[in-house]
């Protein structure tokens, strides 16, 4: 096997350039509905409740799909289905302007949209890191976790003023266009495992990279996807770190993707604060989250990342308690210190999750940590369509924000009552 002293640039830090370049393409779309409610309930004139029914869907499906795609990826690589997402993603948006009534929306925004961005989602971050990386597992999961949540939110203003311009059809369109840009990219560059260069993951001795692989020699091959993936979750669901951070996760969506991502933008707008504006704080968090995101990389390959995961929830409610208080029709220096502090707590969870999933189940880490994506998507999912119920019965969604931030409180103390790595289901590498 080629040694990877010989080459300067590792190929792992190209398959994780080119995995960084397709989360922020597929990442458009996941920033679309917040700046498209409004102008949807006003064309149509249909109820936030059931706008956010039909992103509710999409949020669901981007999560349950999630362990499902790592399978595929174990059998059938990353590449195809990378491809394949970006592809769903492009045809949903596109097909996105034709709507014209509620069903329609949920066909697009949340199957098709759904399927695509959950056969991507963070579970891809989880297997790049884990069938890549040796060492700097933390801050490689910390950098792409962030292009899959930064996209997002960058992709903010540029969506708010094409629909404040063009209008949302146009907005679709281009998101469509950015995630069609990344397949060239994904086909050349992409690479579905080390050995298919002749190296070893990045930081990974001979002798451990022989171990393993003798190890798989004696493993059996997943077989079908997704009896592989059921099988996964029912060994895993043993677990009680399973259950602690599937629990703490699920609220991490809710007081993120739910919540803030889908709600953040018509809230302040019921405050008076336009639509850019408020679509264009959300970008700041996006750009403090690159920051806040890459550091809980680095910690969590320096700290015990159940601290981490305690500290970073217990905050994030600290936050959502002030921010009925702080919402107004402009901005003011409170606000933007609260655009920091989320930003900076954004995804930082991810880091730590991917890694506690890692310690404890090895190899299976990334199907694992599917599922404990899909309860977090599951929080979101719900979240966002409670919020808009809230809304539309009390005229605001000041309950909301408190429900939020009590859950944020459940979720640091299971966070930090997780024990050290259980070794029952865990392999080396």
Partial sequence: MTSTRQRRIH?????????????????????????????????FGWSRTTISLAIGINILLYGLTAPFAAALMSRFGLRKVTTFALLMIAAGSALSIFVTDPFMLIMTWGLLIGL????????????????WFF??????????????????????PVLATLVGT??????????????????????????????????????????????????????????????????????????KTFWALAAGF??????????????????????GMPTATAASL??????????????????????????????????????????PILLSDAIHPSLIVFVVIYGLDWVATVPPTIAISNQVFGRKGPIVFGWVFAAH???????????GAIRDQTGEYTYAWIGAAALCAVAAWVSFRIKKPETALAEKG
């Fill in 11 to 43: 190929p792992a830090w190209i398959v994780a350039g080119v995995g960084f370049l397709a989360l922020l393409g597929a990442a458009g779309f996941r920033a679309a509905p917040t700046v498209m409610m409004v102008p949807l309930e006003e064309e």
């Fill in 135 to 156: 060492a700097r597992r933390g801050l490689v999961s910390g950098i792409l976790s962030a292009a899959s949540a930064t996209g997002q939110l960058i992709f903010l």
């Fill in 166 to 239: 063009s209008g949302w059809r146009t907005a679709s369109l281009v998101v469509a266009a950015c995630s069609l840009a990344v397949v060239p990219l994904i086909l050349l560059f992409m690479r579905n495992k080390p050995s298919d260069l002749g190296v070893r993951r990045f930081g990974e001795s001979e002798a451990v990279a022989q171990q393993i692989a003798e190890e798989d020699a004696q493993q059996p091959a997943p077989g079908n996807p997704a009896k592989y993936a059921i099988t996964v979750l029912v060994e895993a669901a043993k677990t």
């Fill in 282 to 323: 959300l970008a700041v968090v996006g750009i403090f989250d690159v920051f806040g995101t890459i550091a809980s990389g680095w910690l969590t390959d320096r700290v015990n990342p159940r601290i981490l995961l305690g500290i970073y929830y217990f905050g994030r409610g600290v936050s959502l308690m002030l921010l």
């Fill in 116 to 131: 695509g961005t959950g056969s991507m989602a963070l579970v891809f971050a989880a297997t790049i890191t884990n069938t």
């Fill in 377 to 387: 998507q599951v929080g979101a999912s719900i979240a966002s369509v409670v919020a």
């Fill in 250 to 271: 699920a609220i991490c969506g809710a007081t993120t993707n739910g919540l803030i991502g889908v709600h953040f933008v018509p809230s302040a707008h019921d405050h």
